[in-house]
């Protein structure tokens, strides 16, 4: 049983969003080869979907700037710009990507209190979104992720997925993603393998 997951491909992470990665939006193409080529038996995608005045977005904590670190819940967190408000335009899958293939959403960062990079659970690991048991429960053995940002939500979800999913290979697909910081992906990349996510490109998922 082999599943795609596709991390946060939305128009918040692609160029013109608010939060946009480099590049963002050169992944759905290879996304939607992916999603077409039948190789999957599920595909699944995230969606950051965070309430308004979320507490990672630097607009809530006065004299912070994007970018800059803070304080969430009385730990250290990255300030975003405010990006993928639920139910705005920024929060939408890309207009572009085959919505029709995609079999389940697991939408994710609700929580005004904490961060949620991985689609499988909010960043203090305390509440879980239900997506480890849903794959379990379809008896999933081979998980592929990409998307949207290597650095951020691709890593901290494939990493738990090789932790919550134990006996599953977990396989990160390199060229159907994007990072904000190329330092931090090199460190991302190093980061999945070392912990058994095995590297791949679209072509290797594809063959
Ligand atoms: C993400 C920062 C904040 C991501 C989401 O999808 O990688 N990064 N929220
Ligand atoms: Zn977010």
Known sequence: MKALLLIDIQNGFCPGGN?????GDRVVPVANKLIDSGKYDMILASQDWHPAGH????????????????????????LWPDHCVQNTEDAMLHPELNADGIDFIQQKGQNSTVDSYSAFRDNDQAALTGLAAHLRDAGVTQ????????????????LDAVEMLPGVK??????????????????????????????IDSKEALA
């Open 19 to 23: 939060l946009p990665v480099p590049d």
């Open 55 to 78: 507490g990672s977005f630097a607009s809530t904590h006065p004299g912070k700037k994007p970018f800059e670190m803070g304080m969430l819940s009385g730990k250290p967190q990255m």
């Open 143 to 158: 998980l592929d992720i990409c998307g949207l940002a290597t650095d951020y939500c691709v890593k901290f979800s494939a």
């Open 170 to 199: 977990v396989r990160f697909i390199e060229d159907a993603s994007r990072g904000i910081d190329p330092t931090g992906v090199k460190a991302a990349v190093d980061e999945m393998r070392m912990r058994g996510v095995a590297i």
